[in-house]
């Protein structure tokens, strides 16, 4: 069965970098298009960043985050990454990968989701 | 950048019908179809129904949806406790190029 568990999160300083990871199981992770979304605490969903499937270097982000945030994979070990440089406190969040149908059509299968926590 | 626009809360006794709405514009809802997601208190969200109104097998049929122009609905017919939920729809926005999610609604049974 498909599986997303990430990691990675926990407490940094504003200005700080995180790296996060969504390891990929239980499909052909290169074929497909992969997401990651964040959650402030009692918010709502954010759309955060996308990369296309293995092969491809499209990529797109949300306005908040570009120039700060990188996403990308590695398809050999089955594993989305999202680099995260000069953090603020509004990126405080639930983080979670999730994996796009058909690129942007859906988020079929979502990740639990690694806690970020922007404090000094 | 939530530019879809839902209710903030909806709520009925067990048994009754309640409908979510969600207001977009022609560069997202106008063109690209519609995904709603179920957000259960304290876990990760789960797709409900994707393009515009079609449901995963594993999804109760009291759950629909539909679509017309730039906006789109969610019904939930013979309400239980464990709908009890935040609701986010959800689509790509092709002038934007960046997905987009509703502001959420919580569905509450009285």
């Known amino acids: 069965q498909v599986q997303l568990v990430e990691s990675g999160g926990g407490v940094v300083q504003p200005g700080r970098s995180l790296r996060l990871s969504c390891a990929a199981s239980?499909?052909?992770?290169?074929?497909?298009?992969m997401h990651w979304v964040r959650q402030a605490p009692g918010k709502g969903l954010e759309w955060v960043a996308a990369?296309?499937?293995?092969?491809?270097?499209?990529?797109h982000y949300a306005d908040s985050v570009r120039g700060r945030f990188t996403i990308f994979r590695d398809s050999s070990k089955n594993t989305l990454y999202l680099q995260m440089n000069s953090l603020r406190r509004e990126d405080t969040a639930v983080y979670y990968c999730?994996?796009?149908?058909?690129?942007?059509?859906?988020?079929?299968?979502w990740g639990q989701g690694t806690l970020v926590t922007v404090s000094s | 950048q939530s530019v879809l626009t839902q209710p903030p809360s909806v709520s009925a006794a067990p048994g009754q019908r309640v409908t979510i709405s969600c207001s977009g514009s022609?560069?997202?809802?106008?063109?690209?179809?519609v995904t709603w997601y179920q957000q259960l208190p304290g876990t990760a969200p789960k797709l409900l129904i994707f393009?515009?109104?079609k449901r995963p097998s594993e999804i109760s049929d009291r759950f629909s949806a539909s679509k017309s122009g730039t906006s789109a609905t969610l019904g939930i017919t013979g309400l239980q406790t464990g709908d009890e939920a935040e609701y986010f729809c959800?689509?790509?926005?092709?002038?934007?190029?960046?997905?987009?999610f509703g502001t959420g609604t919580r569905v509450t049974v009285l």
């Open positions: 999730a994996r796009g149908y058909n690129w942007h059509e859906r988020f079929d299968f």
């Open positions: 239980g499909f052909t992770f290169s074929n497909f298009a």
């Open positions: 990369i296309a499937y293995a092969g491809s270097t499209e990529s």
């Open positions: 022609i560069s997202n809802i106008g063109r690209s179809y």
């Open positions: 393009d515009d109104n």
């Open positions: 959800g689509t790509w926005d092709r002038s934007l190029s960046v997905y987009v």
